[in-house]
T-cell receptor, first 112, second 114 residues
C-alpha cells in the first residue's frame, strides 16, 4: 500500500508569491492533517480535513488555507509568502477520527 | 493549555547503551500520549502510544509508561543501535480533541555511534 505522498519535495519561492502544496493520503484514509515544522517552533498544527470539511484549525494567519477533494486528496495554499514561512510542511492521513496519523515525507519550502 | 516538554538534545550514545528521553506534559483530563520518530529526510512515524494511566506502549525495543502522577511519558530502550539515530518527538492528544491535532514537543535528536 502506498504511503502518504507529498508533492513537490522541494520548492523555492520569492517573498510575496503564493504556493500550493499537494498531499495524496493513503488509499482509504479520509482525514488529512497539515503541520509546519521549523527548527525554532518545532511542529505546529495547521489544519485538519475530514470528508472535505475542515474540522480543526491551528493558530496561523489567514494566508494559510487548505482544502480537501472528494477523493481525499488535499492541498494547502500560502499566499503573500514571507521569509518566516520557510519550513518543512508535513501532511498526515488516517482512516478514521481516532486512528493514528501516518505522515508523508514533507515538502521543503524555502522563501527567499 | 496543553503542552509537551522534552529533554533537549542532541543525545549521543555508543551502540548498546541504555537510552532515556524524558517527556513531561501539561493537560487537563486524560490525554493520549505518543512517541514519534523522524529519520533523516523522512516524515514522522508513530513509534508507540498509550491512552490511559499506567499503560505501557512498546515497539522495536522501545518502551514508555504513561505516569499520571508525574505527568510523564519517558522513552526508554535497553540497548540502542546505530540505526536508532533519528529525532524523537513526544506528543499528546488532549481529552476530547481530535488526533489530527496533536501537540508535539520540540524533538530530541539521538546519535548512536558504533
Amino acid at each position: 500500500k502506498a504511503g502518504v505522498t507529498q508533492t513537490p519535495r522541494y520548492l523555492i519561492k520569492t517573498r510575496g508569491q503564493q504556493v500550493t502544496l499537494s498531499c495524496s493520503p493513503i488509499s482509504g484514509h479520509r482525514s488529512v492533517s497539515w503541520y509546519q515544522q521549523t527548527p525554532g517552533q518545532g511542529l505546529q498544527f495547521l489544519f485538519e480535513y475530514f470528508s472535505e470539511t475542515q474540522r480543526n484549525k491551528g493558530n496561523f494567519p489567514g494566508r494559510f488555507s487548505g482544502r480537501q477533494f472528494s477523493n481525499s486528496r488535499s492541498e494547502m495554499n500560502v499566499s503573500t509568502l514571507e521569509l518566516g514561512d520557510s519550513a518543512l510542511y508535513l501532511c498526515a492521513s488516517r482512516p478514521e477520527i481516532n486512528s493514528p496519523l501516518h505522515f508523508g515525507n514533507g515538502t521543503r519550502l524555502t522563501v527567499t | 493549555g496543553n503542552s509537551v516538554t522534552q529533554m533537549e538534545g542532541p543525545v549521543t550514545l555508543s551502540e548498546e547503551a541504555f537510552l532515556t528521553i524524558n517527556c513531561t506534559y501539561t493537560a487537563t483530563g486524560y490525554p493520549s500520549l505518543f512517541w514519534y520518530v523522524q529519520y533523516p529526510g523522512e516524515g514522522l512515524q508513530l513509534l508507540l502510544k498509550a491512552t490511559k494511566a499506567d499503560d505501557k506502549g512498546s515497539n522495536k525495543g522501545f518502551e514508555a509508561t504513561y505516569r499520571k502522577e508525574t505527568t510523564s511519558f519517558h522513552l526508554e530502550k535497553g540497548s540502542v543501535q546505530v540505526s536508532d539515530s533519528a529525532v524523537y518527538f513526544c506528543a499528546l492528544k488532549g481529552n476530547g480533541g481530535s488526533q489530527g491535532n496533536l501537540i508535539f514537543g520540540k524533538g530530541t535528536k539521538l546519535s548512536v555511534k558504533p
